[in-house]
């Protein structure tokens, strides 16, 4: 299950990369919001065509800063699990800036999936760099880093019990400070679940295993909570799903507790994998990563979030 984590968050570029970064006169010129792409409507589209998604991509972390900053990675896909840049675009004006690696790469080269704050300026990276600074590759941790306007602060691991001696990655946060994330703790009802820990009097306190009816004895992994912590959109591989993993939406009931989870349906998954939601800062669109998980045919799409009302229940239609 670890090494089909890591396919999920780890998948190559090498197209893009050599048709793009090493061609600049070749690079399209991109203006407008969300990479001056045409807005998808309510059946998912893949983003970016040709110009992101190359058939060999894996997903992205997200829009930043207002949706001024894309941010995405990637992964060589070889036997060792080596993981290739981190990279960033800016709109500058309205013309966004080629991909380029994020400067902390180089310090912290074995990165994967992450989040980012409701506010747009922090980053929640995963990385199986020890933090003793070695180098060497352990077991999953989760970072954060932030944006500010004279650059980047340096990385900072997140502290227990966040962090601990098991498989901990994928960050997902809420307006208050809540993290979403997965891990395969002794806890857990499958191999890979879903935890969640409050921010209180100014520090995390005790991760919680999400439980039932989120986890089950398949896995979940990949957590989208949304920043009102309304809802939560996560990965699953139960046998009752359309493809290898679909992805799978729960709502917080009035007692707090979460709804029993739909299947996002047909319109969203398919017989391969579906990973890697999210939604966007200003709530408009809801992005994932559909592909067989070998070095083709992965790409990120998108499609209007209004796909998500849907799904609610009803009393909180209104909402």
């Known amino acids: 299950m670890r090494r089909f984590i890591l396919s999920c968050c780890f ?22 919001p969300y990479l001056g792409q045409k807005p998808p409507g309510m059946l998912p589209e893949v983003f970016a065509q040709g110009i992101i998604s190359n058939d060999e991509i894996q997903g992205c972390y997200a829009f930043m800063n207002m ?24 709109c500058k004006g309205d013309k966004w800036t080629m991909p380029k690696r994020v400067p902390f790469q180089e310090l912290y080269p074995y990165n994967f999936s992450g989040g980012v704050s409701s506010d747009g300026e922090t980053l929640y990276f995963s990385s199986l760099r020890l933090p003793d600074g070695s180098g060497k590759l352990g077991d999953a941790n989760i970072w954060m880093i932030q ?20 498989f901990d990655a994928h960050a997902s946060v809420t307006k208050d400070g809540t993290i979403y994330f997965m891990s395969n703790r002794v806890d857990g009802y499958g191999e890979m679940d879903l935890y969640c820990s409050k921010w209180i009097e100014e520090r995390h306190v005790r991760a919680e295993n999400l439980g039932l009816p989120i986890n089950t004895k398949y896995d ?11 809802y939560l959109i996560y990965c699953s591989m139960t046998l009752e799903g359309y493809g290898k993993s679909d992805l799978y939406i729960s709502f917080k009931t009035v007692d ?10 047909k319109e969203i ?10 939604v966007t800062f200003d709530g408009q669109y809801f992005f994932f990563t559909r592909g067989n998980l070998n070095p083709e045919k992965n790409n990120i799409y998108w499609v209007d979030a209004k796909i998500i009302e849907k799904f609610k229940p009803k009393e909180r239609r209104d909402k």
């Open 11 to 32: 998948l190559p570029l090498v197209l893009f990369i050599l048709n793009y970064c090493n061609k600049q006169n070749d690079y399209p010129v991109l203006k407008g």
């Open 67 to 90: 949706g001024k900053t894309f941010i995405f990675n990637s992964m060589i896909n070889d036997d060792d699990w080596q993981i290739s840049p981190t990279y960033i675009m800016e």
């Open 147 to 166: 944006k500010t306007s004279w650059g980047w602060s340096n990385p900072r691991i997140l502290e227990f019990p966040i962090n601990s001696e098991n």
């Open 220 to 230: 979940e992994f990949d957590p989208f909570v949304s920043p009102d912590e309304s």
């Open 256 to 265: 707090g507790s979460w709804s029993e989870p739909k299947n996002l349906g």
């Open 269 to 278: 998954n398919s017989p391969d994998y579906e990973v890697r939601p999210s």
